[in-house]
């Protein structure tokens, strides 16, 4: 799909991706400030988080950064593992890894004894978006304070 031809995310978009053995099902919430507060509606049952960065937005980051110390301080979110993408690498001018980790550097004792990592992404190239979901996939499956449902794993 061409870039210019996807537009901010107002509803709910749900897509499902097999990888290896596993199902996953994504559901892309909108991240417009007006619509953060529909997160937590999903968290009972989310197996894991994606949060995405777009790491050529540094007017937004400190906003970015309280959305993510809410989400992460979330009960509903106990033990569950969390994906820190930071998109738009393919930008030359785009925050580093540091840059966004040093931004966030308030939020690490509230990540807690879950996993969490944050990798370096481009959704334009797909560089760093495989490692990422691979990586999701073999905390969700291991994870013993929130188990997969066995009919996503065969
Ligand atoms: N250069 C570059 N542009 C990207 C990349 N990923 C997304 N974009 C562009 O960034 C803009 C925003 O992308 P969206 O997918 O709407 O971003 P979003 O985070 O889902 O936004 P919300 O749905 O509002 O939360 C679009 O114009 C995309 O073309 C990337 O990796 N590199
Ligand atoms: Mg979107």
Redesign the pocket.
């Given at each position: 799909m061409s870039?210019?031809k996807?537009?901010?995310?107002?509803g709910l978009n749900i897509g499902t991706v097999d990888v290896g053995k596993a199902r996953l099902m994504f559901w892309?919430?909108?991240?417009?400030e007006e619509?953060q507060s529909l997160w937590d509606k999903y968290y009972a049952e989310c197996h894991g988080v994606i949060y995405?960065i777009?790491s050529?937005d540094e007017e937004r980051l400190s906003e970015s950064k309280e959305a993510f110390e809410k989400m992460v301080t979330s009960e509903a979110l106990d033990g569950v593992p969390i994906l820190v993408l930071a998109?738009?690498?393919?930008?030359e001018t785009c925050l580093s890894i540091p840059d966004i980790k040093t931004a966030f550097s308030d939020c690490t004792s509230k990540i807690g004894r879950r996993d969490c990592l944050t990798q370096a992404?481009?959704?334009?190239?797909g560089k760093g978006v495989r490692e990422g979901i691979e990586w999701m996939v073999k905390c969700v499956v291991r994870n013993v304070h929130r188990p997969p449902r066995q009919r996503d794993i065969t």
């Open positions: 870039l210019s996807i537009t901010t995310t107002v892309d919430l909108g991240g417009q619509l995405v777009d050529t998109n738009k690498q393919d930008v992404c481009s959704a334009l190239t």
